[in-house]
């Protein structure tokens, strides 16, 4: 027993050792990509000549732009002003998709797709230059090769890459690529650290920035940094506390919401490319397509006090907005850190309370409409936000099913509710609510939240379990 004991503490060490060289390696990987990325984007950025000056159109641009050159607001100076324009679009998702289709569609000169995510099933309901084909595919290039298949005239430049300030350099090539090649840029992000880098970005190179939101059944529209108008700062001087935030796979969308507002974005980049101006640079422009209404409301003007365009700016160079936000650029994998390591439980230990038959109360705690997508057979579903409302009929029901398993476990011990959502943020909040409550509106109960919710059970346990 003991030669066993030893042998079993001696592949442990080792274990150990092999995991520390894993960590390690997968560190000079990451480093090493990152400073490929930033190898190959110096390239592009000294490489790139720039647009060529066209004096007049060709016999082929008059006639594929001949619907547009003949709107009087638009007209042959317009046409040439677009293919003189650049246009950089942050993110190829939701708004960048529709946004690119259309201005390459009408003869932009250059546009930059810069992404850093790949293509997913669950993307292809709205992100409509991937296709079936391209999943797996980075969305840079998978966006690049829509546009150039629409209009091989449009140079078209895709950037598989992350802004954010790991990629420090990156950053800072940011702001090269901005002032040398790119007029306009429009964000078509879906978290708020980039938002604030992209904003910086362009107060810091001078370039307006044409910017959408859209989320569930809503959008909205702002000109930022343009003639003389606010910037992003000046309107929203400190971030949103992250916990605030939702993000479209936890909200939802309906797809054609942000094909809408991606439109809007590129109608007001051909506007101001084309020469004719844009008339949202002080002004929110907000669709609700429930109602299908838009609603535009007149924003403040550029603020004297603002941290970047301001008269004393502090901000004179991209600093880290992760830290500045307190959250990540990017909306995946958002993960909450509300409780403490007893009190939750992995999908692998929920299981083998499943196998093991344990009495217990499993409480998923999403909305209704997720569970009508899917559940776990014995569940009890009560939303959070029932929960937090404290609904009586909920709470009885609540009661009722504790009482149960009490009677189940012969009124020996505590109850065990396991707390379940679908990512395992919303649990945690719900076991703290929970938790409040133990001893006066419900009790005998012991609440653990299950890490990584359904999701987690999906990959790790049941491969046949649906993913949304
Ligand atoms: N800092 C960043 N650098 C590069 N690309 C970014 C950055 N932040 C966001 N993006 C990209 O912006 C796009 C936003 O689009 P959208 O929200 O429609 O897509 P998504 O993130 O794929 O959606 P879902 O939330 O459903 O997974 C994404 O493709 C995302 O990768
Ligand atoms: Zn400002």
Redesign the pocket.
Known sequence: IVTMAEEVSCLKARLMEKEKEIVALKNKLALEKNSLIDLQLQEKVTTLPPLKLKAALSNEDIMRYSRQLILPEFGVQGQLNLSQTSVLV???????CPLAQYLAAAGIGRVGL????EV?L??LH??VLHGEDSQGQA?AQSAAHAVRRLNSTVECIPYH????PENKITAFLLLDIMHLMFDIVAD????V??RY?VNDACVLSGKPLVSASALRMEGQLTVYNYRGGPCYRCLYPKPPPPEMVT???DGG?LGVV?GIMGCFQALEVLKIASGQGSSCGQQLLMFDAQDAKFRSIRLRSKQASCAVCGENPTVTHLVDYEKFCGSA????CRRLNLLSKDQRVTVQEYKSIVDNTAAHLLLDVRPLVEVDICHLPTSLNIPLSSLEDRKSEHIRVLKERIGRVKEEMLNESQVPVYVICKLGNDSQKAVQVLEKMSGSEVDFVTVKDICGGLMAWAQKIDPSFPQY
Do not use: F, M
Request: proline share 5%; with cysteine.
């Open positions: 942050v993110g190829c998702g939701g708004l960048g810069l992404d850093y995510d997913e669950s993307n709205r992100q969305k890459l992350q802004l954010s078509c992000s879906d978290n650290p980039t880098l993000n479209c796979s969308i942000p650029a990017t909306d995946k």
